[in-house]
C-alpha cells in the first residue's frame, strides 16, 4: 500500500499528515480494517498527527445504487463500535471512508476519530454518485492547536 508523509521541520502550531492509498474491497470490512490498522501503524512509527485512508476504504465503493445500502454501515452499530475498539492502541487521528448508513439514508462519510473515538463525521455535500444523501453540515476538527476540515473528492 503506497503511504506518504509530508515532513517539515516542526512549527509552533502545526500537524504532520499522511495519506495512504489503497484498494478498497467491496463487502470485506474485516479485510479492510487489517489494512487500515496496517497504516496507523505507519503513521504511528513516522509520528503523524493524522492519516487519511481513501473515499469509501473501510466499505469498499458501491456504484448500484440499488445494492450500496448493504455494504452501508451504521454508526450507532456494534460492528461499528467494534471497529473503532480496535483502533484505539493508535495516536494518529485517522480520517476513514465508508459509506454510512443512517436509517433509510445512505452518505459518502469520512468518519473522524482518535483512539477509537469518533471525533466527527463529515458527510459528502456535493455528490455526482446516485443513491447517496448530500451531507449538510461542515464540522471543524483540532489536533495540536490547528483546526481543519475535511473535504471527498
Request: aromatic share 6%.
Amino acid at each position: 500500500m503506497p503511504m506518504s508523509a509530508v515532513r517539515e521541520p516542526p512549527l509552533s502550531g502545526a500537524i504532520s499528515v499522511g495519506s495512504c492509498q489503497m484498494a478498497p474491497v467491496l463487502g470485506d470490512v474485516h479485510a479492510s480494517l487489517a489494512e487500515v490498522k496496517q497504516a496507523l501503524s505507519w503513521a504511528q512509527d513516522e509520528s503523524l498527527d493524522v492519516v487519511c485512508l481513501p473515499e469509501c476504504y473501510l466499505t469498499g465503493y458501491c456504484r448500484a445504487p440499488e445494492k450500496a445500502p448493504a455494504h452501508g454501515i451504521d454508526l450507532g452499530s456494534a460492528l461499528f463500535s467494534g471497529l473503532m475498539s480496535e483502533l484505539r492502541r493508535f495516536d494518529p487521528v485517522v480520517i476513514l471512508g465508508l459509506m454510512e448508513r443512517n436509517g433509510s439514508e445512505l452518505f459518502n462519510s469520512a468518519v473522524v476519530a482518535a483512539r477509537g473515538r469518533v471525533l466527527g463525521i463529515y458527510r459528502k455535500q456535493h455528490l455526482i454518485e446516485r443513491g447517496f444523501s448530500p451531507g449538510r453540515e461542515s464540522p471543524v476538527f483540532e489536533r495540536n492547536g490547528v483546526r481543519y476540515g475535511v473535504n471527498i473528492c
